[in-house]
């Protein structure tokens, strides 16, 4: 077969079994573009802005765990994406960008729209390459895929000057299936000897607990998991990332970890002398204060990046490997040392923690005249019965959904955790919703973050995308009000939401559906009439509390014993 | 404590800036830097000389080793190894100071390789500390100019870092 370029591109899409490009055209992509045009197996997704090509093709990708594809032209182009591919990389999110390049004669002339796309995106992609040869498209494109999807998942870019794609230069087309990198050949399983090693001081261990992370989601391990949880005994707590891996209204799931955490979960951190970390990175919004962290264990890591391991924490016992592999190990020598879940110390540890839980750290004031944004979030998981992709912009309604939305199953709870990127919870509710067009998908946000991406309500409306938008709408950027008021004596600097729009206005001249609630009696009727909306995209304004803060909080520089469980509730 | 390191890449366009960018990214110090491909045009070998505490060191080679472009990596600095740096420095020659000069050159095993009626370039190989002793035995006032590599490694012993 004899292709250009620019069919290379889109044929080796095809080949790669790509559903969906999100992209945004231009001069140097415009090759590709009528390559597009000319086929309809892969279909493309017209964002309004680059920046919503990257966080769609993401929150595709994190909804099926299959890579995310966007493209998008030379210069403003592929930096209006940069945003989303810093998003993708911080969460370990498998993609490929394409970006059109200027031709190859004149990169470094500051040709017209040209920018060094390769230079301004190497920090934040696990990789990528500038075609400068027709002849290398077919397999860097399939090395781009390879790398995005294996180890630990990343983006990666792909630049292409318009002279590689040119329709008049046609070459003979193979896509190669297999690849073989000698630079790059990520692990496929941990070491015996270690796991060995962390098993038996699982065994020995008195109070125990799991701290699972993105990388069991990532690594597709949730049955895993589940088996280890109830072969242990153990308690399970997990990161912002990794919620939803394990049942979160199971008992022995004891809530998020870290600033925004549960208290029984940091109070077990801080008294647990085994901790067993999976696919997860010590993050500092994890540990706290690093001298404070587990004082009292012994820490097993296991991680498929062996940069992950002791990088904030010395780790005693690492792993390195894929999370799924390592749990199959683990629990066949769990089970060959007749593990008994019951043992005594772990029955009396589960009795320390159920005093902890007793504190019911997470109750608020549900008597009130204003509607308090964790009975919206409530409220919302009641009547959609658990069962929502819930995408979620970045500030306290991020908070306030990953407390009170409890996921039984990976992969519904969608939201920039690294990175923490207003702006990603409405473009990445597209991808999903395209991904699974039956599902029930909603994104949650605040007035601020919706701005940050509000153009992407007309693709909604173009492909008729049946998002159900609830936005806890409190008139400040209230993570940012909430550090305001509790370390800067209550200056309100910039942080107020001034001359916001009317939304519902707004909504329905993009061809939507906009409703506005403001009493606490109103709520549960509106959510449901707007899922009743089958095929409507529907964006409910929902006023909530202006002052209330997300408890329990650690603030910076404290361990995890040291929590704050709100101003009025102090601990002894 | 001073780690040299080698690092065995591909050559590709961008696979130093992929190095430098992440040691300035990172905050990583970097002595020094050398590389070009080896006797394979299709790989090329670094030596860097970076300095750090033990869980520095360990998370830098963890991040080259990381890099899509790094083949193998190797720290010579722990077992038996070779360094050596090339410098050539450029001094001020006149009359009174050229036999002083030649003597020095003698004694370090360096070689004179450009005269002119005022100056010497000089050339000198060895380990690092060999030619820092060598400047410092130049009388005062007398150099123009130094350029050297930094040091290239290898280890000892029949192993090689190669695939
Ligand atoms: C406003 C705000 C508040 C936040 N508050 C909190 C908070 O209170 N608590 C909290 O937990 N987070 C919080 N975060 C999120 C936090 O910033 C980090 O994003 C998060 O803690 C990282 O989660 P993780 O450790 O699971 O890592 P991830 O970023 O999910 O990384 C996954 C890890 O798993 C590894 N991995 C990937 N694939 C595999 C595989 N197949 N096998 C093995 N390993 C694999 C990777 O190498 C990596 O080390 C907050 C974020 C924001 C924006
Ligand atoms: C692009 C971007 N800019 C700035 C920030 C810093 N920031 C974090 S939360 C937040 C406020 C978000 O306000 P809103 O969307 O109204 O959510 P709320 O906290 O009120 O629920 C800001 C400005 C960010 N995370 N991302
Ligand atoms: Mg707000």
Same mark, same amino acid.
């Given at each position: 077969?004899e292709?250009?370029?620019?069919?290379i591109?889109?044929?080796a899409?095809i080949?790669?079994?790509?559903?969906y490009v999100f992209?945004?055209?231009?001069?140097?992509?415009l090759?590709i573009?009528d390559?597009?045009?000319?086929?309809d197996r892969?279909?493309h997704?017209?964002?309004r802005? *680059?920046?919503?090509?990257s966080?769609?093709?993401d929150?595709y990708?994190?909804a099926? %765990?299959r890579?995310g594809?966007? $493209?998008v032209t030379s210069?403003?182009?592929?930096t209006?994406a940069?945003?989303g591919i810093?998003?993708?990389?911080?969460?370990s999110i498998?993609?490929?960008i394409?970006s059109?390049?200027?031709?190859?004669?004149v990169?470094?002339?500051d040709a017209?729209?040209?920018?060094?796309?390769v230079?301004i995106?190497r920090?934040?992609v696990?990789?990528n390459?500038l075609?400068q040869?027709?002849?290398d498209l077919?397999?860097?494109?399939?090395?781009?895929?390879?790398?995005?999807?294996?180890?630990?998942?990343?983006p990666v870019?792909?630049d292409?000057?318009?002279?590689?794609t040119d329709p008049?230069?046609?070459?003979p087309?193979?896509y190669?299936?297999e690849i073989?990198?000698r630079s790059?050949r990520?692990v496929?399983?941990?070491?015996?000897?270690?796991?060995?090693?962390a098993?038996?001081?699982m065994?020995?261990a008195?109070?125990?607990?799991?701290?699972?992370? %993105?990388g069991v989601?990532?690594?597709?391990?949730s049955?895993?998991?589940?088996?280890?949880v109830r072969?242990?005994?153990?308690p399970i707590?997990?990161t912002l990332m990794?919620l939803g891996?394990?049942p979160m209204?199971?008992?022995?799931?004891?809530g998020?970890?870290g600033?925004h955490?549960t208290? *029984?979960?940091?109070m077990a951190m801080h *008294?647990t002398?085994?901790l #067993?970390?999976?696919g997860?990175r010590?993050?500092?919004?994890?540990?706290g204060?690093?001298e404070?962290f587990?004082?009292?264990a012994?820490i097993?890591h296991?991680?498929?990046?062996?940069s992950?391991?002791s990088?904030?924490?010395?780790?005693d016992?690492?792993?390195v490997g894929?999370?799924a592999?390592?749990l199959e190990?683990?629990l066949r $020598?769990?089970?060959e040392?007749?593990?008994?879940p019951?043992r005594a110390?772990?029955?009396?540890w589960?009795a320390?923690? *159920?005093?902890?839980?007793e504190?019911?750290?997470?109750s608020?004031?549900?008597?009130n005249?204003?509607?308090?944004p964790?009975?919206?979030?409530?409220t919302l998981?009641r009547i959609?019965d658990?069962a929502?992709y819930?995408?979620s912009d970045?500030?306290?309604?991020?908070?306030?959904?990953?407390?009170?939305?409890p996921f039984?199953?990976p992969r519904?709870w969608i939201?920039?955790g690294?990175?923490?990127?207003?702006?990603?919870g409405?473009?990445a509710?597209m %991808?999903?919703?395209?991904a699974?067009?039956e599902?029930?998908?909603?994104c949650?946000s605040?007035?601020?973050s919706?701005?940050m991406?509000i153009?992407?309500l007309?693709?909604?409306?173009?492909?008729?995308?049946?998002?159900?938008?609830?936005?806890l709408n409190n008139?400040?950027?209230g993570?940012?009000?909430q550090w305001?008021?509790l370390?800067?004596e209550s200056?309100?600097s910039h942080?107020?939401v001034d001359? $916001?729009?009317?939304f #519902?206005q707004?909504?329905?001249?993009?061809?939507h559906?906009?409703?506005?609630?403001e009493?606490p009696?109103?709520?549960e009727?509106?959510l449901r009439?707007?899922?009743?909306?089958?095929?409507?995209?529907?964006? $409910?304004d929902?006023?909530v509390?202006?002052?209330?803060?997300?408890?329990p909080m650690?603030?910076?520089?404290?361990g995890h014993?040291?929590?704050?469980?709100?101003?009025e509730?102090e601990?002894? | 404590m001073r780690h040299?390191?080698?690092?065995?890449?591909?050559n590709?366009a961008?696979?130093?800036?992929r190095v430098?960018g992440l &040691?300035?990214?990172?905050?990583?110090n970097?002595?020094s830097?050398t590389?070009?491909?080896?006797?394979?045009?299709?790989q090329?070998?670094?030596?860097?000389?970076?300095?750090?505490?033990?869980d520095?060191?360990e998370?830098?080679?963890k991040q080259?080793n990381?890099?899509i472009d790094?083949i193998?990596?190797?720290?010579?600095?722990e077992g038996?190894?070779?360094?050596?740096?090339?410098?050539?420095?450029k001094?001020?020659a006149?009359?009174a100071?050229r036999?002083?000069?030649?003597?020095?050159?003698d004694i370090f095993?360096?070689k004179?390789?450009d005269?002119t009626?005022?100056s &010497?370039?000089?050339?000198?190989?060895?380990d690092s500390e060999k030619l820092d002793? &060598?400047i410092?035995?130049v009388?005062?006032?007398?150099?123009?100019?130094v350029v050297?590599?930094?040091p290239s490694?290898?280890?000892?012993g029949?192993?090689?870092l190669m695939?």
């Open positions: 077969m292709l250009s370029g620019a069919e591109v889109v044929q899409l080949d790669e079994g790509v559903e992209g945004y055209p231009g001069g140097a992509v090759h573009y390559a597009l045009f000319q086929q892969v279909k997704i017209l964002v802005h *680059e920046q919503g090509a966080h769609a093709a929150g990708a994190r099926t %765990g890579c594809v966007c $493209l210069g403003p182009g592929a209006n940069v945003t810093a998003t993708a990389y911080m969460d498998p993609m490929v394409l059109g390049q200027v031709p190859t004669p990169i470094g002339s017209f729209q040209e920018v060094d796309t230079g995106t920090p934040c696990k990789h390459f075609v040869d027709v002849r077919a397999e860097t494109l399939r090395k781009a895929f390879f790398i995005a999807t294996s180890g630990r998942p990343g870019l792909v292409i000057p318009k002279d590689t008049n230069v046609k070459i087309y193979r190669p299936r073989a990198m790059y990520p496929s399983k941990g070491h015996p000897g270690q796991i060995r090693q098993v038996e001081a065994l020995a008195r109070r125990p607990v799991l701290y699972t992370g %993105g989601i990532l690594g597709e391990a049955p895993l998991l589940r088996q280890l072969a242990t005994g153990f707590t997990s990794g891996a394990y209204t199971d008992r022995q799931f004891i998020m970890l600033m955490g208290y *029984e979960a940091n *008294e002398d085994c #067993v970390a999976i997860a010590f993050d500092d919004r994890v540990t204060k690093i404070h587990c004082p009292h012994t097993i296991v991680d498929v990046d062996p992950s391991i990088k904030n924490v010395r780790v016992i690492p792993i894929p999370v592999s390592v190990d683990m $020598l769990l089970a040392a007749r593990c008994d019951e110390a772990i029955v009396e589960w320390r923690i *159920e005093q902890w839980r504190i019911n750290c997470l608020y004031d549900r008597a005249d204003k509607i308090k964790q009975l919206a979030v409530e998981y959609t658990g929502l819930l995408t970045v500030g306290q309604h991020q908070m306030f959904a990953a407390q009170f939305y039984d199953q519904r939201n920039s690294g990175l923490g990127t207003m702006g990603f409405l473009p509710a %991808g999903v919703q395209l699974f067009p599902a029930q998908v909603a949650i605040g007035e601020a919706i701005l991406c153009q992407e007309a693709t909604c409306k173009q492909y008729e995308l049946p998002i159900k938008i609830l936005l008139g400040y950027m993570m940012v009000r305001q008021e370390f800067y200056r309100y942080s107020y001359a $916001l729009p009317d #519902v707004l909504t329905e001249s993009f061809g559906v906009g409703m506005r609630v009493k009696d109103e709520l009727g509106a009439e707007a899922f009743a909306l089958k095929d409507r995209c529907v964006f $409910l929902v006023v509390d202006p002052t209330e803060n997300v408890y650690i603030v910076a520089g404290k014993h040291e929590m704050h469980l709100s101003p509730r601990l002894a | 040299i390191i080698s690092v065995l890449l591909e590709e961008g696979a130093l800036s430098a &040691f300035s990214a990172r905050g990583y970097i002595e830097l590389v070009a491909p080896t006797d394979d045009p299709t090329s070998r670094m030596t860097l000389v970076t300095v750090g505490n033990d520095v060191v998370q830098i080679k080259l990381k890099l790094t193998k990596l190797l720290d010579l600095s038996p190894h070779i360094e050596r740096e090339l410098m050539m420095v001094v001020r006149e009359r100071d036999e002083e000069l030649k003597r020095l050159v095993r360096a004179i390789i005269v009626d005022t &010497f370039v000089v050339e000198l190989t060895g002793a &060598f410092d035995a009388p005062k006032g007398l150099i123009i100019e050297r590599t930094g490694g290898i280890s000892r029949p192993q090689g695939l």
